[in-house]
């Protein structure tokens, strides 16, 4: 799976899960594009740990729900690398709340990043991954939107729209040979885990037959295959990436 000169952007690459798909990616030959909103010093180790292995990089600040600001990513990725091969838009944020005490406010935060930052960053990517030779749109969904989650029905809610979008996206660039397809994780020990209790936590390991959380390097090593050319008869799928989860 060689990535050799395939430009690849992640977005909220700074840190947990996209932060291991940089690298992964980096590691492949791939020129990695690490997008941020604010942790930029994070940003700029990573963008360090892909050089120091003898990979390309660039960080890159924007954040997904400002159209300008993605535009302009757009255009510094051109400017840096040509055209984009890949857009992973992994970039994502949880307000949890019983439904009874959310508000509109919660909601709509979790929606602007989580749905409408991947319209913004596919609508600025769109034309690079359709000029591609085998172009991927990868999008990181996630096990809640397949079962729902306690306290959290705004998060469900975008990750389970992703399904319906990338389904309808990737019938839109097969005629370009691109696919669109979605990694689905279960629960990855980053900081977004951490939020959850400890209590909650042991009650969600309970669930997983393989009795672990995942790694970021279980969730990496698909999206790898995912970007490479050997995937390239698969295109609107859902790929589970949780321990044996039932859904
Ligand atoms: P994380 O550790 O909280 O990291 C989130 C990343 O997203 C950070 O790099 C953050 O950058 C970036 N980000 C947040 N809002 C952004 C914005 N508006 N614009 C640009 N970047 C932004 O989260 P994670 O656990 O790695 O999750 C990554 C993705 O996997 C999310 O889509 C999440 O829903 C999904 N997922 C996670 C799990 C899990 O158990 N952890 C399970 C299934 C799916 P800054 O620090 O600069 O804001």
Not at 15 to 32: F, K, P, Q, Y
Not at 52 to 64: C, F, L, N, P
Not at 76 to 85: H, Y
Request: charged fraction near 25%; glycine fraction near 10%; aromatic fraction near 6%.
């Amino acid at each position: 799976m060689n990535l050799q000169d395939r430009t690849c952007v992640v977005t909220g690459s700074s840190r947990g899960i996209g932060r291991g798909i940089a690298e992964d990616l980096g590691a492949h030959g791939a020129n990695v594009v690490v997008n941020y909103r604010s942790s930029e010093g994070e940003a700029h180790e990573v963008v360090d740990a892909i050089e120091e292995d003898g990979g390309t990089a660039i960080a890159v600040q924007a954040d997904v729900c400002d159209e300008d600001e993605v535009e302009a990513m757009a255009d510094r990725v051109a400017d840096a690398f040509g055209g984009t091969d890949v857009l992973v838009n992994n970039a994502g944020i949880t307000v949890d709340k019983k439904f009874e005490n959310m508000s509109r406010e919660d909601w709509d935060q979790v929606m602007d990043v989580n749905l409408g930052g991947v319209y913004n960053c596919t609508h600025a990517f769109f034309d690079d991954l359709k000029d591609a030779d085998h172009g991927r749109l990868i999008n990181i969904s996630s096990v809640v939107g397949q079962q729902g989650n306690y306290g959290q029905a705004n998060y469900a809610t975008t990750k389970s729209g992703l399904f319906g979008f990338t389904r309808t996206v990737a019938l839109e660039l097969a005629r370009h040979n691109t696919t669109a397809n979605c990694v689905s994780p279960g629960f990855v020990k980053t900081d977004m885990l951490e939020k959850v209790p400890e209590r909650v936590q042991e009650k969600i390991l309970s669930r997983i037959p393989l009795d672990r959380f995942a790694t970021v390097e279980d969730i990496s090593g698909i999206v790898r295959f995912v970007a490479s050319e050997e995937s390239a008869y698969m295109t609107g799928q859902i790929l589970g990436v949780n321990g044996g989860m039932e859904w």
